[in-house]
């Protein structure tokens, strides 16, 4: 172990020589004796690298790009011999062998290397390069199988590192020293300049003292709403029935908040009203005395109608509402009739419902509890059984561990003896590719060469051509410019008159003349004209019609709210005098 440093150090320096150059040198042991004391190791290193330099060139390249910041260049002889060691020869040098040549490398740098080794896609894309050198079969074998087996191996390494400290030179920084400089000088009290005589200001005037009118106004415009209040709180004051105050005999406050129209109408039947003013008392009827000057003022501003600002949807929608209520009140006095909404049945049913229910429920608290205890006993039967296989399983496992140690060993001789002769035959067979690159490379430049003399010849040939075309041309061009001109010079120079009544005589069906145009133009604007003019009075027709039906809707509408607002404004008359009956015996008592 002592030795690896210096191993690691002979070995990039043979890298640095060899292993990059495109075309790699025959090489011995002889050539490395003088320069080299540790030899036999060295070299037998370096000739395996060279054999494997097709897988370990693309891994330096994509750590280069993989990395988050930049690698020096001179380091990647360095990561080639890291790269053979991780990839093909852990067996030979182990995690301690690893350990040590990683220390010979900047701890920055060997955490991008295992980040490099322990992720997934950057293997896959190695893969896919090395496919095209090896066969997929040896890849596998070989390369793959073998990191995939030493990664926890890599992420436990990283791990170690990443927890210690970073060994990074950092540069130092420097440090502050002050100056060794002279107390300064007391400051000199400095003398006031002299103060300049000044003219005498001009005094503000009386405007800015004043109030604004502005805010006059606005007094008077809220002393002026303030009254316009008052007087409709005492308006409202009046107008408000004696139901509306508080009373105090039965600790109640009523408070006439919808109060509307009190009309009479024949779909309204009026006969509780009736009814109640017979059960009077003599103290209700002067209290009713009281009130009836203040009614007659509230039925006056009641019986005016009601205006109804909507939109037409909300008419059609409420008109609706009104004629399905009819249709229910209707069906449910002729259900009470005849003699609907009794209890009997329901009573019946729900007893025998709840009879059932508790019955069910008995069954299934028996249901429950014999369930509990099957359970009970098929959890201690299963727990029993569990631990029997688990026992059976323990030693089986135990068995093959062992027969799968003993097969893997003897795998793994096999392989180092496969890989030994691959590496023999792979290397063969470059030699063989190298000749016949030679030969190929030979016979196209003579190919080349003479593909080169042929084109000069056509290229040649293909100028004088084009020279005598361009000659050609220019006479033709002169030729056709000089009959131009002679043809401008004969040409008469009279104006053609043009006929509007006459047809151009083409032989086309739809031929006219231009005053035939114009007059089918002006026919075409007119009956355009006509069109809109009835399409605008069928839209104001319709409008009419719809305003029409919404109208007689509204009437309809207004009537059942004024029925509506009597029936509510007469039960509360009803309960304002049955307060007062009340108020009056209190006040006997």
């Given amino acids: 172990m002592k030795g690896l440093p210096m191993l690691f150090q002979e070995t990039v320096s043979l890298i640095k020589e060899y292993f990059w150059p495109r075309s790699a040198l025959a090489f011995s042991k002889e050539d490395f004796k003088e320069k080299l004391d540790y030899n036999d190791k060295a070299f037998d290193l370096f000739t395996e690298i060279m054999k494997f330099r097709n897988i370990l060139k693309p891994c330096v390249t994509k750590l280069y790009k993989f990395c988050s910041f930049t690698l020096l260049p001179s380091f990647k002889s360095e990561f080639v011999f890291i790269f053979y060691v991780s990839l093909l020869g852990m067996e030979t040098f182990g995690e301690n062998g690893l350990r040590h040549f990683l220390c010979c490398v900047k701890v920055q740098y060997c955490k991008e290397f295992l980040r490099f080794l322990c992720s997934s896609e950057v293997m896959h894309e190695l893969k896919s390069e090395w496919i095209h050198v090896y066969d997929e079969s040896f890849v596998d074998k070989f390369l793959i199988e073998p990191l995939v087996r030493w990664t926890p191996v890599f992420i436990a390494f990283r791990k170690s590192l990443e927890s210690e400290k970073s060994t990074f030179d950092h540069k130092k920084t420097t440090e502050v020293k002050p100056f060794r400089l002279t107390q300064p000088k007391t400051r000199s009290i400095p003398i006031p300049d002299i103060i300049p005589k000044m003219h005498k200001m001009r005094d503000p005037p009386l405007s800015t003292y004043n109030q604004p009118p502005e805010i006059s106004l606005l007094l008077m415009e809220k002393i002026k709403n303030r009254q316009q209040v008052e007087k409709l709180k005492i308006q409202s004051d009046r107008l408000k029935p004696r139901c509306a105050d508080i009373i105090y005999g039965d600790a109640k406050i009523t408070n006439n908040q919808n109060e509307c ?56 929608r409420e008109w609706k509402l009104y004629s399905d209520r009819e249709r229910e009140q209707r069906q449910k006095l002729c259900e009470l009739e005849s003699g609907a909404f009794t209890n009997a049945a329901y009573n019946s049913w729900k007893q025998e419902e709840e009879m059932k229910i508790k019955l ?122 000089a009959e131009e001109l002679s043809a401008i010079m004969t040409k008469s120079r009279n104006i053609k008159q043009i006929d509007l009544t006459n047809t151009p005589g083409h032989g086309l069906l739809n031929e006219m003349s231009i005053v035939e145009l114009r007059e089918r133009l002006n026919q075409l604007k007119i009956n355009k004209q006509r069109e809109l003019e009835e399409k605008r009075d069928a839209i104001i027709n319709d409008k009419e019609q719809k305003t029409k039906v919404l109208l007689e809707l509204l009437t309809r509408i207004g009537k059942h709210r004024s029925v509506k607002t009597i029936a509510a404004a007469r039960k509360m008359v009803n309960n304002g005098e049955n307060g007062v009956l009340i108020c009056d015996i209190g006040l006997l008592d």
Wanted: glycine residues 0%; positive net charge.
């Fill in 261 to 316: 129209n009190f009309k009479d109408d024949s779909t309204v039947n009026i006969e509780d009203t009736s009814n109640n003013k017979s059960m009077m008392n003599s103290s209700v009827k002067l209290e009713s005395q009281r009130t009836s000057s203040n009614k007659r003022d509230y039925l006056s501003v009641l019986n005016k109608t009601a205006v109804v600002n909507t939109n037409a949807v909300s008419i059609l």
């Fill in 360 to 481: 069910n429920q008995l069954k299934q608290m028996e249901r429950n509890r014999l369930n509990v205890m099957i359970s009970h006993e098929a959890s201690s039967t299963a727990k029993f059984d569990l631990c029997c296989k688990r026992k059976i399983a323990a030693n089986k496992l135990r068995n093959e561990k062992r027969a799968k140690l003993l097969e893997f060993l003897n795998e793994k001789k096999l392989q180092q003896d496969k890989v030994n002769k691959v590496a023999k035959e792979v290397a063969s067979s470059h030699e063989n590719a190298k000749i016949a690159k030679k030969k190929l490379m030979e016979e196209k430049k003579k190919s080349a060469s003479e593909i080169l003399k042929e084109s000069k010849q056509l290229l040649d040939e293909a100028v004088i051509k084009a020279q005598e075309e361009k000659r050609m041309k220019k006479e033709l061009i002169r030729q056709i410019q």
